[in-house]
C-alpha cells in the first residue's frame, strides 16, 4: 500500500484539567483558551449509529515498546475483550460488543476487527514526547496512526459505514502504558482526534482514537478507556471539567465520560446515562408535565426508564432522573439510588459543555457536599475502594440516608435546591433497588428536605450557593457559617 503523500501540520495543544484521577482532555484538539483548534475539527461523528457495522483495531508496536503479551496473544486478549459474547473475566459484565447492543437497545452492533500486532517504524519518544513540557501534549500522535493504518495493510473498504469511501472510526491501541497511567512523558496520552491528510488507496480516514495496551507498566488494561474514546467518536462529550478552575469532576465514576472508564481497572464501566443515548438517538425521555406519583421506577440496567422535567420559560433547562443500582453494567458505579442531572443549553453536538466555568451538564449531589473543597481537603487518598464499590460520590444519589440526616425532597427551597418550581418530593427506595416519588405535589412551599439536625453547637460552613462544605474550606473567599442559632457571612483569608 501507498505511503501518504501529505501529513499537515498536527494540532498539539491541549488543556489541563486536574482532579483526584488528573483528568485531561479526551480530545486533544483543544486550545488553552478552551476551544477546538479550527484546522482539524470537523464537528461531526460517525455517519450513523444503528446497524451492523466494523470498526478496524490496530495493535501498534514500537522498536523500543513490544507489547507485554506474545502476539497471538495480546490479538486474542483484545479479540475478547472486544467481541465475545458474555465476556465476565475480571468482573466484567459484557464485551464492548455487548455493551454497545445493551446501551441502544439493540440498535447498534459493532464488530471489533482486531488487526496486528504491526511493527512501527519510530520510537515510542518519536510519537508521545511532550512539547514545552506538558502532559499530554504529544509531538506526532497523528503520524503514528498514520504509520499504524499503513503497516496494517489492509483494505479499508469495509469500514466505510455509508459505502461513501470514508472511514468512519479507526482504533489504535499501542504496546506499553499511556503516559495518563503509569508512562513517562515521552508515552502517548490516550484520545481521541482527527486526521488531517485524505487518503489511502481511495479511502479518506479521518477520525481516529488510540488507547495504552497497560493500565501501569505491568497490568493489562480493560476496556474503560476504549469505550471512553470510541464514545467521542459517536459524539458524546467529556462530562469532566476540561478548562478553567475547577480541579474535581462532576461525575466520576457515575459517568463513562468521566471518571467511569476507570472503575474496577476498567473492565467494569458504567451504563451510558439517559442523556448519552438520547444523543446517540438511542433514547427519549418520558417528560413529567403534570403533578403525578411515580412507583416502582426500575434500575436503569434492568429497563431504560428515565425521566425529564422541563423549565417552561426555557425548555433547553430540565433535570433527567434515572434510577442507578450496583447491578449489571453498573455494578460498581459509587452507591444506590435517584440520580439527578441538571442540563442547561446543551444541544448535541458540543463536545465541552462542561469548560471555562459553563457548566451545563452537572450531577445534583444529594449529600449537598461541595467536592471542590473535598477533594482539596482530601486528595487522592478519597478515591478508597471497598469491595469494588468506589466511596467517591456515594452518596450522591436521592434519598440520601445518613445517621439523623435524611435528604428525599429536590424543590426551589431545598439544598440543594432546584432552579425552577417543579418539585420532586418524597423519594423513597425499596429492598429490591425500585425507586417512587411525587413530581409537583407539594402545595406548602415548606422544605423537608434538608438534615434533621436543626439546630448544632457545632461551628458549620457553607458556600454562598448554601451548599454545606465537609470540612473547613481550603481556599481563601466569602462563606457561611452557623454556630447554633447565628449565622454569619465571614472572609476566610
Known sequence: MKRFLTIAAFVVLAVLSASAQERIPCDRSLLSSGTRAASDYKGDRVSKTTGRVRIPVILAAFPNQAFSLPDTEIRAYWD????QEGYSEHGAAGCVADYFKKQSGGQFEPVFDVIGPVMLPESV???GKNWNGKKGDDANPKQMVCDACVAANIDF???SWSGNSIVDVVMVVFAGPGENRGGL???IWPHKDYLTWKELDGMELTQYAC???LRNKTALDGYGTFLHEFSHCMGLPDLYPVSGTDIYSYFDEWDLMDGGNYIHNGFSPPNYSALERWICDWYDFKELTAPATISDMPAWDDEPVAYVIRNDDNPEEYYILENRQQRGFDFYVPGNGLLVTHVSGYTKGDLFPNVLESTRIRLIYADNRNYR???AFFGSDNHFTTDGHSNYLSLSAYPYIVGDSLNNHLTKASIPAMQF?????????????RI???FMKEGTGIDHSVTVREIEDEEVWFDLQGRRLPCLPQSKGIYIVRKGKNVNKVYKP
Open 185 to 187: 512523558p515521552e508515552n
Open 125 to 127: 519518544g518519536y510519537y
Open 373 to 375: 473543597e473535598s477533594e
Open 436 to 438: 417512587s416519588f411525587d
Open 80 to 83: 475478547a475483550l472486544l467481541n
Open 211 to 213: 488507547v495504552s495496551e
Open 157 to 159: 473498504a469495509p469500514y
Open 421 to 433: 418550581d417543579k418539585p420532586i418530593t418524597n423519594i423513597t427506595m425499596d429492598a429490591e433497588g
